[in-house]
């Protein structure tokens, strides 16, 4: 199974929300609180192109952000990520 890192903040909704889809996969998420720390927000925006959260990777792949990774779920595509 790939790594699935996540690009978050303590207090956004849609963070929470990706991560709940994500527990019911039983994926293992590594997050990375860009509200802590500036230099991963500025890492964040350089890698992904955006500046919101959440920012999901599976492995390498750059997921999106929560209306992505529902959208892949709706679509089937999600499980194939993980595998």
Request: aromatic share 6%.
């Amino acid at each position: 199974m790939p790594t699935v890192r996540m690009y978050s903040t303590h207090v956004c909704p849609y963070c929470t929300m990706a991560e709940s889809l994500l527990n019911k996969k039983a994926v293992q998420i590594t997050k990375i609180f860009v509200d802590d720390n500036p230099d991963e927000m500025e890492k964040m925006m350089k890698i992904s192109g955006r500046r919101t959260v959440p920012q999901i990777f599976i492995g390498e792949h750059h997921v999106g952000g929560y209306d992505d990774l529902a959208a892949l779920e709706k679509d089937g595509k999600l499980d194939p990520l993980l595998q």
